[in-house]
C-alpha cells in the first residue's frame, strides 16, 4: 500500500503562486505515475497533471504554461507549483500513486484563490 499526504494548500490571491507537496511512503521508482487532480463540491475529480516513472509529464489544457509538476525522488516526494493562480483553480488538490495496477489517493488539501 502507498500512503500519501499532501500539504501546502492555503488562501492566494489571483494572480499569486502555490506549491503543493505530496509525500509517499514508499519510493516514488515503485511507482508507475504519480498524478495531481482536483475536486469542486457538486463536481467530478478532474485530472490536473500527471508524471510517470520516467519523466514524462502530460498536464490538462487548464493548466497547461502555468503549473509544473517535479519530484524529488530522495524525498518521495511530488511538487505542483501552481502560478498565475485564477479564481477557477480553487479545488481541493489530490495526490494520485499508480502502482501494481492500483490507485491510491492522498487525502487532499484546500487551495482557495481570492479574487
Known amino acids: 500500500q502507498v500512503r500519501l499526504v499532501e500539504s501546502g494548500g492555503g488562501l492566494v490571491q489571483a494572480g499569486g503562486s502555490l506549491r503543493l507537496s505530496c509525500a509517499a511512503s514508499d519510493s516514488l521508482f515503485s511507482i508507475r505515475a504519480m498524478a495531481w487532480f482536483r475536486q469542486v463540491p457538486g463536481k467530478e475529480r478532474e485530472f490536473v497533471t500527471s508524471m510517470t516513472r520516467d519523466g514524462t509529464t502530460t498536464y490538462a489544457d487548464s493548466v497547461l504554461g502555468r503549473f509544473t509538476i517535479s519530484r524529488d525522488n530522495a524525498k518521495n516526494t511530488v511538487y505542483l507549483q501552481m502560478n498565475s493562480l485564477k479564481p477557477e483553480d480553487a479545488a481541493v488538490y489530490y495526490c494520485?500513486?499508480?502502482?501494481?495496477?492500483?490507485?491510491?489517493w492522498g487525502q487532499g488539501t484546500q487551495v482557495t484563490v481570492a479574487s
Open positions: 494520485q500513486a499508480l502502482r501494481f495496477g492500483l490507485t491510491y
